[in-house]
């Protein structure tokens, strides 16, 4: 007998756990509200940034390897 699973008095469907979907949802984060979906994709940036920590330079370990 396969039970229902819930969250805080929702139910959800156990086959689609842990993926995230891409249908917008309303929600608040520090005092701002939000409507976007909660699967994203990363956006990939080619502007560099120049680091810099108690006066040094910051160089990534990739840049040194």
Do not use: F
Not at 12 to 21: C, F, L, R, V, W
Request: proline share 5%; glycine share 10%.
């Amino acid at each position: 007998m396969a039970t229902q699973l819930r969250y805080r008095g929702l139910t959800y469907d156990k086959a689609s756990h842990g993926k995230p979907s891409t249908l917008p949802v309303e929600h608040t984060y520090r005092g701002r509200h939000y409507r976007a979906p909660l699967l994203h994709q990363a956006v990939t940036s080619g502007n560099k940034a120049d680091l810099c920590y108690r006066g040094l330079h910051y160089v990534s370990h990739r840049a040194q390897g």
